[in-house]
């Protein structure tokens, strides 16, 4: 479940709980970006 999911089940609800698990999820949301930046040539470590 992402981040907003939980938001919009908290803002429904307004269960203290589902706030706890939007900010948990955010916070892994943050750290699980991918650090892909697109610097190398279209088609680089293809076979």
């Not at 609800?13 to 949301?29: D, I, N, R, S, W």
């Amino acid at each position: 479940m992402t981040a907003s999911n939980y938001w919009q089940l908290f803002l429904e609800t307004g269960a203290p709980e589902l706030y706890l698990m939007y900010q948990q999820a955010l916070k892994m949301e943050e750290t699980n970006v991918s650090d892909r930046s697109g610097r190398s040539p279209s088609g680089y470590g293809l076979q």
